[in-house]
């Protein structure tokens, strides 16, 4: 059942959904540009300064007579904020079938590298396959260079490879509908391939006890070696 809250209530509410295609959408704000027609995102980028309303209220909108649920966490791996106690409520209260990985086409940066990272040590290696990268472009003659990128960059090889091969490519406005419904179609795919299941908050309670446990080990080493100096 969906939650309906006003525009008042948003800034103290959360959503709970129960329709299954919930996304995420993580990686360089580069790679979209956010506008009142953007099918995705809209115009607003996720508020920084107030992770948790950017993360707990996602954007809920139709796309090819899909109901469909994003949350933007577009940037936020490239902030040093203690983002865990966002992450047990996002985990918890939301049923995400697809992590979107959201690169600018033929700009692999070490920052996008990071973007990819971040979400392992975060959400751990489980992840990995509800993972997509989305190729954005600005005009259409670059968008037909996606292949000849892939074969020239042996890093972009090396991603793709760890997200199992699953990509998608669309303008960096994100406007156009056969895009998205095509974004659609492919996510369902990938549910398809996972059986209809989606990533747990078991999977992430996995992931923080081997956090835990490495950051328990450093700490323990660092400690011998004081006692050995």
Not at 1 to 8: A, G, P
Not at 84 to 106: A, C, H, M, Y
Not at 144 to 158: P, R, T, V
Not at 178 to 207: F, P, W
Request: hydrophobic letters at 40%; proline letters at 1%.
């Amino acid at each position: 059942m969906l939650q309906h809250i006003n525009e008042s209530e948003k800034s103290s509410s959360v959503f709970i959904l129960d329709h299954n295609l919930t996304i995420v959408l993580f990686g360089s704000s580069a790679a979209v540009q956010f506008q009142h027609d953007n099918i995705l995102l809209g115009e607003i980028q996720a508020d920084i300064g107030n992770v948790e309303i950017s993360w707990t209220v996602p954007l809920q909108m139709k796309i090819s007579g899909r109901r469909v649920s994003v949350i933007n966490l577009i940037g936020l791996h490239e902030t040093a904020l203690d983002l865990d106690p966002l992450t047990v409520q996002l985990v918890s209260e939301n049923k995400i079938i697809s992590f979107i990985f959201v690169v600018r086409l033929g700009q692999l940066t070490d920052a996008d590298k990071m973007g990819i990272e971040w979400l392992q040590r975060v959400f751990g290696d489980q992840v990995l396959q509800f993972v997509m990268i989305l190729f954005t472009y600005e005009s259409e003659e670059e968008s037909d260079s996606i292949i000849d990128d892939l074969k020239k960059s042996s890093a972009l090889e090396q991603l793709l490879k760890k997200c199992g091969g699953r990509y998608h490519t669309c303008s960096k406005n994100m406007t156009k509908q056969s895009e998205m419904r095509d974004l659609m179609d492919r996510i369902e795919h990938l549910l398809d391939d996972n059986a209809q299941k989606c990533y747990t908050s078991e999977m992430y309670n996995t992931a923080l006890r081997k956090r835990e446990d490495l950051q328990n080990r450093t700490c323990q080493s660092g400690k011998n070696t004081d006692l050995v100096l």
